[in-house]
């Protein structure tokens, strides 16, 4: 805790009889100045600065520095951030834990106490990125679901109940419980969070960073927090502060109320755009206006999540009385409700009527103003208005040539289920209510099942072709349901329970039909799915679809109905009643009345019962063999978990930083190439890399499992690095598919092979790429792949604020084109040859300017100016030692 006794903030709170100890910003403000037009986001990082500092890692000048912010509305200067707690899930948490593992060896082969690996803060992690849509469409899907994802992840799984034994501090929620960001809404996070120490309880915000980009979810709640690569996440578990710099916070003020037959989705597709275009990448966002008053926290807590689609960190609300009747609805004890309260008024962190906070900057919207929309056809950013739908889906058929050879014109005449069928461009072949965006959300959830009730009343069915899915973030979505009586209705339309989990959103959407999917094949069709999500990236959600459109949950429903993104909703019927009359959309909408009677059967009573035993699990989880060892015993034959090469050396000198030469490009990159074209994603191939790795293992195609479930082995996920089936390397024209030029030979390989083979040869490598290079989730294995494969530095003409930060924890140098300048202005084909200057002797400095010799084949050469893009001292440090981690396991080693 803090040492600042010079400004004497340390202060006492009496709430309910208990005494609270807190870093009084109102005492702080008598030294540092004014603080009450400070956002409330910077608030709270100002009390993490108050409340850690020790003269060293945080000094009086960064209090300064940060209270001071107000005059320029923007700061330089880097400080040490120290988030509360931590939250990960599974599939960037068993990398994570395998790391952890990795760190103990380590330490034990250097002779230390391996033990001392731990987490310092406390670290929650829930399994929800591991189930997949194999059984759909029935009233034991979500059973079969379940058993086949027992038997896929057994060690996978396995190795977690392990950790959650060996490592203090850290707690698991099992599979079939939750997405992680709707547990922590809905249980986890406090607003206000409380430590003992020294025989005195300590009050403070609440604060978190997260192993998964939607984190900010929890920002609806009060709580700062935001997405880290796994590999920060780590750090920060083991005491390591988040270096950062102080941001520019963009205020969005929202004004009036959403009109009938408007979601919070359609908000905040909206919003999403309008900070899209307006630019907040690396930049907080928070939202204020006395609008706020009448946005319930659900809502918020659904703006707060979409803050990676909008490119900001975070996107911030303030706390109210909305945030206590959350609270208080959600189960929070009553002595958490008081405090919050207590403490946030006491803090100036409680919003105000017509408290205006002044900021960077600002946008406005009147909700009144929000259109029924959706976002496709790639990107959760280019929202389309309802009734452009069929438009945006021409526009895009348009530029997509069709294969030579394909059967038909667009069409194609299928059986399935002993009828035939004609399959379309356009057809609607999976459709999602998934994603903590909005299974969250109990208005536009209810939405989707009162619209359910009155299509079954009408007489209407999903198309047959339509793979539908129901995948709530937490148990409590199923009881609400039925306490509304609308499962039975969405389950005759096929939206059967699959899971508890991401499931689509992030690509488990599973295998659509077979014959389905040879009629796509056969006549290349262009197909679409439709989801309550918030990521359609090109090969996410499934290889065969290539539109995919977020959508609120009623109208996940309404395109399975229809069948079709080429139908107008707004204008064309969905299908014809039991009397052969059409049924529009708007005959089938439920009115805000209903919602809000629906909304009104949710009930503090569920959240108690489904988060009474939320660690403990079910039976299968409960019978998994846990082996008892402070250090893991590592399987040589195990396909999913392996020792990683990461520590090898550890206790050696770091390695010398020099200059890179005569490094070849193994890739060249377009615009917006994101974290899911980088890292190993959904299905693995028979026939790539990873594929045949497993295929030698003894491991048949069926039981390949996704990447995702094979994080925790380093070999299957450098071969599936740069693999996904969409990317677009320039070296071989632009074709799709992850393979590139060997250079100088001329034959194209998989890029794992080609890198293999620059490695044989001791040739180092560089990435090349365009602008908002790394977008997407926080996935750690985007720089650790990158790392295993050999390249020595990325030259993009921008970052994603977290990729960048990864590869730098990874050891991979990020460079950055000078304005002007990029592969195109430059000439670069990929035959080139790169010398990269000024590494070797040099003191490194953040953001410090290096020189790029680039040889053509024709030998001629040309030396550019580039900009190092390691940020802040911190990072100067992690990338001298290797890494982050290796910075802290070497300080540990040494101690």
């Known amino acids: 805790?803090?040492?600042?006794?010079?400004?004497?903030?340390?202060?006492?709170?009496?709430?309910?009889?208990?005494?609270?100890?807190?870093?009084?910003?109102?005492?702080?403000?008598r030294s540092l100045g004014d603080l009450q037009a400070l956002p409330m986001s910077l608030k709270v990082l100002l009390e993490n600065l108050l409340r850690w500092e020790d003269g060293e890692t945080v000094t009086s000048a960064d209090l300064q520095a940060l209270a001071g912010w107000l005059r320029e509305r923007r700061s330089d200067r880097e400080i040490q951030y120290r988030p509360a707690r931590v939250l990960m899930?599974?599939?960037?948490?068993?990398?994570?834990?395998?790391?952890?593992?990795?760190?103990?060896?380590?330490?034990?082969?250097?002779?230390?106490?391996?033990?001392?690996?731990?987490?310092?803060?406390?670290?929650?992690?829930?399994?929800?990125?591991?189930?997949?849509?194999?059984?759909?469409?029935?009233?034991?899907?979500?059973?079969?679901?379940?058993?086949?994802?027992?038997?896929?992840?057994?060690?996978?799984?396995?190795?977690?109940?392990?950790?959650?034994?060996?490592?203090?501090?850290?707690?698991?929620?099992?599979?079939?419980?939750?997405?992680c960001h709707q547990v922590n809404l809905e249980y986890l996070g406090r607003t206000v969070w409380t430590r003992e120490e020294d025989g005195r309880s300590y009050a403070f915000p609440d604060t978190l960073v997260g192993t998964d980009s939607h984190t900010t979810m929890i920002n609806g709640l009060g709580v700062l927090g935001w997405g880290v690569g796994g590999i920060e996440a780590e750090a920060a578990m083991l005491g390591q502060p988040v270096s950062m710099l102080i941001p520019e916070v963009i205020g969005f003020r929202l004004a009036g109320k959403l009109r009938e037959g408007i979601t919070a989705t359609d908000l905040v597709l909206t919003v999403t755009q309008m900070l899209r275009k307006k630019g907040v990448v690396g930049k907080f966002v928070e939202f204020y206006g006395d609008g706020l008053a009448d946005l319930p926290l659900a809502d918020r807590a659904t703006l707060a999540n979409m803050a990676p689609e909008y490119g900001a960190t975070c996107g911030f609300f303030p706390v109210d009385e909305v945030t206590l009747d959350y609270l208080r609805l959600s189960g929070r004890p009553s002595e958490t409700v008081a405090l919050v309260e207590a403490y946030c008024k006491a803090q100036g962190l409680w919003r105000e009527p017509g408290h205006e906070p002044q900021f960077s900057d600002t946008l406005a919207l009147d909700m009144n103003d929000v259109q029924a929309s959706l976002a496709g056809p790639k990107r959760p950013q280019d929202r389309v208005a309802l009734p452009g739908v069929s438009n945006a889906f021409d526009d895009f058929l348009g530029l997509n040539a069709r294969k030579a050879g394909a059967e038909g014109q667009g069409e194609i005449r299928f059986d399935f289920e002993g009828r035939q069928h004609t399959l379309k461009d356009g057809a609607v072949v999976i459709a999602a209510i998934t994603s903590c965006t909005n299974t969250s959300n109990p208005s536009v959830m209810m939405a989707a099942g009162l619209l359910a009730k009155k299509a079954v009343e009408k007489g209407l069915q999903r198309k047959p072709w339509v793979k539908s899915s129901l995948a709530p973030g937490s148990k409590v979505v199923t009881d609400y349901y039925q306490a509304a009586g609308l499962t039975r209705y969405l389950d005759e339309l096929g939206f059967d329970l699959v899971g508890y989990g991401c499931t689509t959103c992030i690509g488990n959407s599973g295998p659509l039909a077979a014959p389905i999917e040879s009629a796509i094949g056969k006549a290349d069709l262009v197909v679409a799915s439709v989801l309550s999500g918030n990521r359609n990236f090109e090969g996410r959600v499934h290889p065969l679809v290539k539109t995919n459109w977020l959508a609120s949950p009623p109208l996940v429903v309404a395109y399975a109905l229809a069948g079709s993104v080429r139908l107008d909703l707004s204008s064309d019927p969905l299908g014809n009643d039991a009397n052969g009359q059409p049924v529009y959309l708007r005959d089938i909408w439920p009115s805000q009345q209903e919602i809000a009677a629906a909304v009104a059967q949710v009930d503090t009573r569920m959240f108690h019962k489904e988060y009474a035993e939320v660690f403990a699990g079910d039976e299968q989880w409960q019978a998994i063999a846990v082996p008892q060892a402070a250090t893991y015993v590592w399987q040589d034959d195990s396909t999913y978990i392996q020792h990683p090469p990461f520590f090898d050396g550890i206790s050696g000198p770091p390695p010398k930083i020099e200059d890179v030469h005569r490094a070849r490009i193994l890739a060249l990159l377009g615009d917006s190439v994101t974290t899911d074209h980088i890292s190993p994603a959904g299905n693995i191939k028979a026939d790539s890399p990873a594929g045949r790795y497993l295929r030698d293992k003894g491991v048949e195609p069926r039981d390949f499992n996704s990447y995702g479930s094979r994080r925790g082995n380093h070999e299957v996920m450098m071969r599936g690095t740069f693999a996904n089936i969409r990317i677009r390397n320039e070296m071989l024209g632009g074709e799709e598919g992850g393979n590139t030029l060997h250079v100088p030979s001329g034959e194209k390989l998989a890029i794992y092979d080609a890198a293999m083979r620059y490695r044989d040869e001791g040739t180092p490598l560089v990435v090349i790429a365009g602008q908002e290079y790394g977008t997407g989730s926080s996935r750690d294995w985007a720089a650790k792949g990158t790392n295993l494969l050999g390249v020595k530095a990325v030259l993009a003409e921008s970052f994603e604020r977290i990729h960048r930060s990864n590869l730098v924890g990874m050891g991979v140098l990020p460079l950055q084109f000078s304005a002007g300048q990029d592969r195109r202005q430059l000439g670069l084909n990929g035959r080139e040859t790169l010398d990269i200057l000024g590494l070797s002797g040099a003191r490194i400095e953040p953001r410090m300017s290096l020189d790029l010799r680039i040889t053509r084949e024709d030998g001629s050469t040309q030396t550019i100016a580039v900009l190092c893009r390691i940020d802040t001292l911190n990072e100067v440090e992690y990338f001298k030692a290797g890494g982050i981690l290796h910075h802290v396991l070497r300080q540990m080693i040494a101690r």
């Open 89 to 179: 899930q599974d599939f960037t948490g068993v990398p994570a834990v395998v790391d952890l593992a990795a760190m103990r060896a380590a330490m034990a082969r250097a002779g230390g106490d391996p033990q001392r690996i731990n987490p310092l803060s406390p670290v929650d992690l829930v399994i929800d990125h591991s189930v997949m849509v194999d059984r759909y469409a029935s009233p034991a899907a979500f059973a079969e679901n379940v058993d086949i994802e027992m038997q896929r992840n057994g060690e996978r799984y396995a190795f977690l109940r392990w950790g959650q034994n060996a490592f203090a501090n850290f707690r698991v929620v099992p599979p079939g419980t939750g997405i």
């Open 1 to 29: 805790m803090s040492s600042l006794d010079s400004l004497k903030t340390l202060k006492t709170l009496a709430v309910n009889g208990r005494d609270y100890h807190y870093y009084s910003l109102t005492e702080a403000a």
